[in-house]
């Protein structure tokens, strides 16, 4: 009898519901959302583990990047940079799991391209609501979606399902399920969820994603899961530099302050001033320094003398797969000497070996030196202590 009560509800709306007028509707309220949405940002929080075949934890890290979303797509960079670097997510986050699309590109694929073939399935309850629920399936041929495999990117058909809230007839939830994957992909399967919200900027209404859960299934039976969360949206403001449509030149003098280059191969000390805290550092956070020793041109000229501030970025804050086992990197993007700002290409050369001592228990940060040639712009550490904190350690550069 409980069930039944249950289930009454949903069969009285059943009667009443025009699937394909609903479906109507979420195609043309998404389709106006992304031709009028404005520019605006996000911080994007990323959480990621991998699972071994037996279902334990072995590694996880955790990132935070800013993302920008206009008409032409989304760009990225490092969360609180001054301006977005990139239109690929994999070109900032060089290792791991990313994705991008969520904003517009698979809504706009799958209900306003129509590339994608949908059904009506039925209704159910999510929570404390009721929802319609439709299939889709986006063909090969008609697909956008790419994934990076050992002969390089690969384009994958999908499909999966969506809800709608029937209260308030909003695109609820939208899964992504990817099976066939080439073989030269890494993964057999992979499968996400984003959950959706309407929010309004500048008195727009968006559908704005506020959490994508992602798994993927890789050939050799272990597995990744990816947390993505989205705060602190808000609409773009031309303070800062971000480049949609303009040309280069035309970026460039918008910028108030344009950085200068250093000349290439000077040597380049660099001691960490920030606390790095293993327990709950993000990559993406900053990381600030100084000069631990002059820098001079090659010449002997002085540039910036000793003690000149030096900003950077935390881009990795992994625990690793052996017991005890943590990794840091960091790289060094600015420094500030007489109200001059200097452009920061750096190559890592073989760091100091440095012994912090914590808790009056000395713990030894080692150079993760084996790494350094996969991404000689960053320097890597290993620590067999979370909670090590790696201020005072100079880093060895030399300017590319």
């Given at each position: 009898?409980?069930?039944?009560?249950?289930?009454?509800?949903?069969?009285?709306?059943?009667?009443?519901?025009?699937?394909?007028?609903?479906?109507?509707?979420?195609?043309?309220?998404?389709?106006?959302?992304?031709?009028?949405?404005?520019?605006?940002?996000?911080?994007?929080?990323?959480?990621?583990?991998?699972?071994?075949?037996?279902?334990?934890?072995?590694?996880?890290?955790?990132?935070?990047?800013?993302?920008?979303?206009?008409?032409?797509?989304?760009?990225?960079?490092?969360?609180?940079?001054?301006?977005?670097?990139?239109?690929?997510?994999?070109?900032?986050?060089?290792?791991?799991?990313?994705?991008s699309?969520?904003?517009f590109?698979?809504?706009?694929?799958?209900?306003?391209?129509?590339?994608?073939?949908?059904?009506f399935?039925?209704?159910?309850?999510?929570?404390?609501?009721?929802?319609?629920?439709?299939?889709?399936?986006?063909?090969?041929?008609?697909?956008?979606?790419?994934?990076?495999?050992?002969?390089?990117?690969?384009?994958?058909?999908?499909?999966?399902?969506?809800?709608v809230?029937?209260?308030?007839?909003?695109?609820?939830?939208?899964?992504?399920?990817?099976?066939?994957?080439?073989?030269?992909?890494?993964v057999?399967?992979y499968?996400?969820?984003?959950?959706?919200?309407?929010?309004?900027?500048?008195?727009?209404?968006?559908?704005?994603?506020?959490?994508?859960?992602?798994?993927?299934?890789?050939?050799?039976?272990?597995?990744?899961?990816?947390?993505?969360?989205?705060?602190?949206?808000?609409?773009?403001?031309?303070?800062?530099?971000?480049?949609?449509?303009?040309?280069?030149?035309?970026?460039?003098?918008?910028?108030?302050?344009?950085?200068?280059?250093?000349?290439?191969?000077?040597?380049?000390?660099?001691?960490?001033?920030?606390?790095?805290?293993?327990?709950?550092?993000?990559?993406?956070?900053e990381?600030?320094?100084?000069?631990?020793?002059?820098?001079?041109?090659?010449?002997?000229?002085?540039?910036?003398?000793?003690?000149?501030?030096?900003?950077?970025?935390?881009?990795?804050?992994?625990?690793?797969?052996?017991?005890?086992?943590?990794?840091?990197?960091?790289?060094?993007?600015?420094?500030?000497?007489?109200?001059?700002?200097?452009?920061?290409?750096?190559?890592?050369?073989?760091?100091?070996?440095?012994?912090?001592?914590?808790?009056?228990?000395?713990?030894?940060?080692?150079?993760?030196?084996?790494?350094?040639?996969?991404?000689?712009?960053?320097?890597?550490?290993?620590?067999?202590?979370k909670?090590?904190?790696?201020?005072?350690?100079?880093?060895?550069?030399?300017?590319?």
């Amino acid at each position: 009898m409980r069930l039944l009560l249950a289930l009454l509800p949903l069969s009285l709306v059943a009667q009443t519901l025009d699937p394909q007028a609903l479906l109507t509707q979420v195609r043309r309220d998404v389709a106006a959302r992304i031709k009028h949405a404005p520019r605006y940002t996000c911080t994007e929080s990323i959480e990621r583990n991998w699972y071994a075949p037996d279902q334990n934890l072995v590694e996880s890290d955790r990132l935070r990047l800013d993302v920008a979303v206009g008409s032409n797509g989304e760009m990225f960079s490092w969360h609180g940079q001054n301006s977005f670097q990139t239109e690929e997510i994999d070109r900032l986050v060089t290792s791991g799991p990313v994705s991008s699309g969520n904003y517009f590109s698979f809504l706009a694929s799958i209900f306003v391209e129509r590339v994608a073939k949908i059904d009506f399935v039925g209704m159910r309850k999510a929570g404390d609501k009721q929802v319609a629920v439709f299939q889709y399936a986006v063909p090969l041929a008609k697909s956008g979606f790419e994934t990076r495999t050992t002969s390089g990117k690969a384009t994958i058909a999908y499909h999966g399902e969506f809800t709608v809230d029937l209260a308030n007839r909003e695109l609820e939830e939208l899964e992504i399920v990817a099976d066939q994957l080439p073989e030269s992909a890494s993964v057999y399967r992979y499968s996400s969820k984003t959950h959706y919200r309407v929010t309004v900027l500048n008195g727009a209404a968006l559908q704005v994603p506020v959490r994508v859960d992602m798994n993927l299934f890789y050939q050799n039976h272990e597995r990744a899961e990816v947390i993505a969360q989205y705060q602190q949206c808000h609409e773009f403001k031309a303070e800062s530099v971000l480049r949609f449509d303009t040309t280069t030149t035309e970026a460039e003098s918008s910028s108030a302050k344009p950085t200068l280059p250093l000349p290439p191969g000077l040597s380049v000390r660099i001691r960490i001033k920030s606390q790095i805290d293993l327990a709950s550092a993000w990559a993406g956070d900053e990381v600030n320094g100084e000069l631990a020793e002059d820098l001079v041109d090659s010449q002997g000229k002085q540039i910036a003398p000793v003690g000149t501030a030096v900003h950077g970025l935390l881009v990795l804050a992994d625990t690793g797969r052996r017991p005890s086992s943590y990794t840091v990197a960091v790289t060094f993007r600015e420094l500030n000497v007489a109200n001059v700002n200097y452009k920061l290409d750096l190559k890592s050369v073989l760091p100091l070996v440095t012994e912090i001592k914590e808790s009056s228990v000395p713990s030894t940060v080692e150079v993760d030196n084996h790494r350094i040639s996969d991404d000689p712009a960053t320097c890597r550490f290993r620590s067999n202590r979370k909670l090590v904190k790696l201020k005072g350690v100079v880093t060895f550069w030399v300017t590319g």
